[in-house]
């Protein structure tokens, strides 16, 4: 079964100088297991796609489902574990409390820090656990994001350009992450400009003039 399914995704943004419509009628699929790729060039629409797909926005019209089930207005992590562009790291938290945090809201502390440890490992940035994302880069904090993202093991991941500012041995433990987590059952949709995520994936999609097509 399709974990993620988008339908007739259209979103379209006022600009003083006219609207924009950058989601004309995106249709995807990502089945539980399978690692997809979105690329496009730069301002095509896949972060408004991601928002979309997460929950983070609304679109003008079309529908996301979650293993069947419509987006919830505000979905759990263990549905939908989110690494955005922004990467949106709670300030006032270590990067251990952050990548823990999913679990916690989930009412799953016994498993944080196991989880949590195994995650920062991973990732190379185990030494940082107890640093707060401002004492930290903008790569390792990208890290910590993805950790996040992933800790509650979730039915979806969206991972926003999870490559994108990391060096060579940081983006091989990325890539290895995602491979990882989508064989443990995630479906896991990445949009990237890099070469060695399309080399991972499964299948690649473009996005075209506000349509997916096969890449
Ligand atoms: N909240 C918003 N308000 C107005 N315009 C927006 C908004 N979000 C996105 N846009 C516009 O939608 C278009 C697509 O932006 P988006 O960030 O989705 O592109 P992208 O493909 O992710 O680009 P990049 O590869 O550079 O990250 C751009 O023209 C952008 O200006």
Redesign the pocket.
């Known amino acids: 079964m399709s974990a993620l399914v988008g339908m007739g995704l259209t979103?379209g943004?006022?600009?003083p100088d006219g609207r924009?419509e950058?989601l004309r009628g995106v249709d995807l699929s990502v089945a539980s297991a399978e690692v997809v790729t979105v690329s496009?060039?730069?301002?095509?629409?896949?972060?408004?796609?991601?928002?979309v797909l997460c929950g983070f926005?609304k679109p003008d019209a079309g529908t996301v489902a979650v293993c069947g089930e419509p987006l919830a207005e505000v979905p759990a992590w263990a549905d939908c574990g989110v690494l955005p562009?922004a990467l949106g790291l709670a300030q006032e938290l270590t990067l251990a409390e952050n990548v823990g945090l999913p679990l916690r809201l989930s009412g799953r502390r016994a498993e944080v820090r196991d989880r949590v440890a195994e995650l920062l490992g991973e990732l190379g940035i185990a030494g940082l656990a107890d640093r707060y994302p401002q004492e930290v880069s903008y790569g390792q904090q990208q890290r910590a994001a993805l950790a996040r993202a992933v800790s509650a093991r979730p039915k979806v991941l969206l991972a926003?350009?999870p490559t994108a500012h990391l060096d060579h041995d940081s983006v091989a433990a990325v890539l290895g992450l995602l491979r990882r987590t989508a064989g443990e059952g995630t479906a896991v949709l990445v949009?990237t400009?890099h070469d060695a995520v399309h080399d991972i994936a499964d299948r690649g999609l473009a996005?075209v003039d506000g349509r997916i097509a096969v890449a």
């Open positions: 979103r943004f006022d600009h924009i950058v496009g060039r730069s301002g095509s629409g896949k972060s408004a796609l991601f928002a926005d562009q926003d350009e949009a400009h996005l």
